[in-house]
């Protein structure tokens, strides 16, 4: 297949007119189309590589916000909204899970994701090549000190070359702001650990983190709803590793690209923005497949959106896919033609139609027994 017409970004401030041509799923830049292979022509269009999620948990994203007000620490926030047999949390868990985790997967492609860091184990039997977008297989993790009594040797029996992902000081109290110093002394900070929230950290704990070669993931939106404030600016600030992430719309009614509004209205450039959801991403997670990249034999994991002179950069400021490739397979369309009539329509509130390689019906159907004709997809309506 070859894509022609379209600017294709080099980098967060740069782009080439080129054609990209896509062989078994990666990209070509040294060869052009042969003859009878499809071209989709996206003159007019700005592609740019597929954005990383770096922090869900993809069976949430049905749920409304729960929660009242601003907490402590996750602990206090998680006892709190914890209560399996009462409404709404027991309508939501009566849908499958693996329905739940296909609209987790829909929620991230609709806003131009393609690879997310899914925060739970690994199912197997549910990312499958028709899961909607990619689900990061080789990574450890664990749930956080509070939840994880084996944090430590889930750290040791994570490969070097993998990262190793936890929630950190998700708080603003003395518990939350003492969780670097306890990770320290368990052992479990290198240059493989990842810590999602990083909010209660500060001075000495940022240095810490600096020195142990750790990486930090941010999810502002789901800090700013349960704490009323987001990592320091110190954090930010600092030559630390920093990938954004959404969280799941259990604290956070948005996407990816609501979480990038976000991050740009607390004074991140636009350039490490665009690095946090696609380069630096990548290097964090240890993805070497080309994710976060246009590159020679990389995956061909591309977005495209309307071409109006912007940059890169720019362009994730006001993001809304016209086009989601994956692997080479076009996942989602929007304002353009669908040649193989194999994609299904779906309307998402704010944000207009689109179609998408998912069997929407089904979903909705599942949905709707539920939860009734009236639920929302990470705080917006949606329908079939
Ligand atoms: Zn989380």
Redesign the pocket.
């Known amino acids: 297949m070859q894509l022609t017409g379209a600017r294709v970004a080099a980098g967060p401030a740069s782009t080439n007119r080129r054609d990209l041509t896509i062989r078994g799923g990666r990209i070509c830049l040294s060869i052009t189309a042969g003859q009878g292979e499809r071209e989709m022509d996206l003159t007019g269009y700005l592609i740019l590589p597929g954005l990383i999620n770096a ?1 869900d ?1 993809l069976e949430f994203n049905l749920f409304p916000r729960l929660g009242r007000g601003i907490y402590p620490n996750a602990r206090e926030w998680a006892a709190d909204i914890f209560h399996p047999d009462v409404s709404p949390v027991r309508e939501h868990l009566s849908i499958p899970k693996p329905v739940r985790l296909a609209w987790g997967g829909l929620r991230n492609l609709l806003s131009g994701v393609t690879t997310v860091a899914h ?1 739970n184990p690994y199912e197997q039997a549910v990312f499958d090549r028709n899961f909607p977008v990619r689900v990061i297989r080789r990574l450890g993790w664990a749930h956080s000190l509070d939840f994880s009594p084996d944090l430590a040797s889930r750290y040791r029996d994570t490969p070097h070359n993998r990262p190793f992902i936890l ?1 950190a000081a998700e708080g603003v109290d003395e518990k939350a702001a003492g969780e670097i110093a306890r990770l320290e002394q368990l052992g479990v900070l290198g240059p493989r650990t990842v810590l ?1 929230h990083c909010l209660a950290a500060v001075n000495a704990d940022v240095d810490l983190l600096r020195r142990r070669r750790c990486s930090v993931i941010w ?1 502002p939106d789901s800090n700013l709803a349960m704490f009323g404030r987001t990592v320091t600016d110190e954090l930010l600030q600092s030559d630390i590793p920093i990938a954004l992430g959404t ?2 719309a259990l604290t956070f009614p948005g996407d990816l690209a609501d979480a990038l509004r976000t991050a740009r209205g607390r004074g991140v450039t636009r350039d490490s923005l665009y690095r946090m959801v696609t380069s630096t991403a990548a290097d964090i997670l240890r993805l070497r497949d080309g994710s976060g990249s246009i590159r020679q034999g990389g995956v061909a994991d591309l977005i495209a959106v309307e071409d109006r002179g912007q940059t890169p950069a720019e362009a994730l400021l006001d993001l809304r896919p016209s086009f989601v490739m994956i692997g080479g397979r076009i996942r989602l369309l929007s304002g353009l033609p669908d040649s193989g009539k194999s994609l299904n329509p779906i309307y998402v509130e704010g944000r207009g139609e689109f179609l998408v390689d998912a069997d929407v019906a089904y979903l909705n159907d599942q949905a709707r027994i539920a939860l009734g004709p009236d639920y929302s997809l990470a705080g917006r309506r949606v329908a079939a």
Request: proline letters at 0%.
């Open positions: 922090h948990h925060h929630h999602v999810c969280d799941s």
